[in-house]
């Protein structure tokens, strides 16, 4: 069975910059804190070993989510096609973008979409300023991905703000109601309002899923695995956040839960591929 990771950000070029590897000691007491140990290629910065512990795990694939966030560092949506373009069988390139100038953004989204990436991912709550999703100055943003028919990643869960408002569904709720046709993804599957953004995407069709680092050793994850059996087969991904989270061990606890063969594939990979274009 081949698989799609939804969310990596490989040791590759600017991410060795970023507070991710950067800090390392810090990404590290977040891994221990969900009951895993830091993956060895993170810890010595290696891709090839990265390659190998993909293939050790059956992971086909890794969507390279970029960013944009001047107090989490910014990793440029050239230099993530570039990264990607080394190992074009292995990732997938997401390009990130600044959300607070609405010209700008715009013009970074046309550009980053010429480069090649599949989607575009914000972080609005560690823009400066924090933003909710549902800030009135995002929604031009939103209705060109909508126009153009852009998959459109949103951090909306975990650390995704100065406090827990930022995380709160009724903010994505809101983006989903009136833009209807636009497909976003809810990076970090809005933790810890797991009942509540359940809810949400029972209602809206235009949402999918990715809990990603949060789907274990945390509350919820029996209700995201309830949703998986049911009405979320084909809107949930499959992610590990790598590199807060080891391939393996990961991979071998999602398949641990008690989610039905049947739905397993989808999951594990067609929702991935058939939201982003991929063979």
Known sequence: MKIIDFRMRPPLGSFLQSRIYAAADNRNRYTRSLGFEPPAS???QSIDLLLEEMGAAGIARGVVVGRNSPTLGVIPNDDVVAMCARYPDRFVPVGSIDPTNRKAAMQAIDEAVALG???INIEPGVAAPPLHSDDRRLYPIYAHCEDQGIVLIVMSGG???PDISYTAPE???RVLGDFPTLKIVASHGNWPWVQEIIHVAFRRA??????DMYLHGLPGTADYVTAINGFLADRFLFGTAYPFCPLDDYLARFLALPIRESVLERVLHDNAAALLGLD
């Open 206 to 211: 235009n949402l999918y899923l990715s809990p």
């Open 42 to 44: 993170a810890e010595r």
């Open 159 to 161: 650390a995704a703000g």
């Open 171 to 173: 903010h994505i709720d």
């Open 117 to 119: 990436v599949k989607a």
